[in-house]
């Protein structure tokens, strides 16, 4: 198996551990010992997640790339606008440029 494999066989056996946790939990009440499992499992949810993110061959999700056109924009886009250097053209104490 392949590392990204086998990590995802580890999250898997982890995420069954949680839901047999939360049965568990329901049988035997919630006492300091389960608190403390459940506790240890959070921990090794998190362990995974960093040695997932730093494995080799890991890969962040790379953002889609916008493509911003060199072209002027239409300037009907910008006719109720305001600009924010000048503030509010509405407003009563404007100054004239």
Same mark, same amino acid.
Request: glycine share 8%.
């Given at each position: 198996? !392949?590392?990204?494999? &086998? /990590? @995802? %066989? =580890?999250?898997?056996?982890?995420?069954? $551990?949680?839901? !047999?946790?939360?049965?568990?939990?329901?049988?035997?009440?919630?006492?300091? &010992?389960?608190?403390?499992?459940?506790?240890?499992?959070?921990? /090794?949810? &998190?362990? /995974? =997640? $960093? $040695?997932? &993110? #730093?494995?080799?061959?890991? #890969? =962040?999700?790379?953002? *889609? +790339?916008? #493509?911003?056109?060199? @072209?002027?924009?239409? @300037? !009907?886009?910008?006719? *109720? =606008? *305001? *600009?924010?250097? +000048?503030?509010? @053209?509405? !407003?009563?104490?404007?100054? %004239?440029?």
């Amino acid at each position: 198996m !392949s590392l990204q494999d &086998e /990590l @995802t %066989a =580890a999250q898997r056996c982890l995420d069954d $551990l949680v839901k !047999s946790l939360g049965r568990l939990e329901k049988q035997v009440g919630h006492g300091l &010992e389960i608190r403390r499992v459940k506790t240890d499992a959070d921990h /090794l949810r &998190e362990s /995974l =997640a $960093l $040695l997932r &993110e #730093t494995a080799p061959g890991a #890969t =962040a999700p790379r953002p *889609d +790339l916008v #493509t911003i056109p060199d @072209t002027p924009y239409d @300037t !009907s886009l910008w006719t *109720d =606008a *305001d *600009d924010e250097g +000048l503030g509010s @053209t509405r !407003s009563r104490g404007r100054r %004239a440029p």
